[in-house]
């Protein structure tokens, strides 16, 4: 979907190029006339944009909430749904953490260039199924290659076994 801006810069440069009327190039680009004519009345605020940016800039891992805190601890009397406003239109988005779930966490980033000084030997655990009968199943998984060596299915397995 094309926003406002754009559809008023299409408008612009079908009138100056191809010397087409206002209602025409309107017509074309699916705009309202009342919209291409409209120019806002809002001040730029500049200086609370500086001032979000640079605090953007300094924490980046900040999100629109924590800055809006901060602003309002300096004393910014504006609210946050204004904040959040000009927190998009600066662009600075924090990027989502990529998962299934939409609370999932980004991980503590592993470094996995380095190879482990000691391989870990297999790590064995049990899985038990309860359909009617009980089964159990002992997994025998190499912690380095994450391949599974053996899965020993039974009804019973003793420690001793």
């Known amino acids: ?4 801006a754009a559809k008023r810069e299409a408008v612009a440069h079908l009138r100056n190029v191809l010397q087409m009327s206002e209602r025409r190039a309107c017509t074309l680009v699916a705009a309202d006339r009342k919209m291409i004519r409209y120019r806002s009345r809002r001040p730029p605020e500049i200086e609370l944009r500086t001032r979000l940016r640079d605090l953007a800039n300094q924490r980046r891992r900040f999100g629109y909430r924590r800055l809006f ?3 309002r601890e300096q004393g910014e009397p504006s609210g946050v749904n204004r904040i959040y406003r000009l927190y998009r239109e600066e662009g600075l988005t924090v990027p989502q953490a990529q998962g ?3 609370g999932h966490r980004k991980l503590a980033r592993r470094s996995w260039s380095r190879p482990r000084s000691t391989p870990a030997g297999p790590s064995i655990s049990f899985m038990q199924l309860a359909q009617g009968r009980r089964i159990r199943i002992l997994n025998i998984v190499d912690d380095v290659t994450r391949e599974c060596l053996a899965a020993i299915p039974d009804t019973s ?3 001793a076994r």
């Open 1 to 4: 979907m094309v926003g406002p």
């Open 69 to 71: 805190i901060l602003l």
């Open 100 to 102: 299934p779930a939409k």
């Open 157 to 159: 397995i003793s420690g």
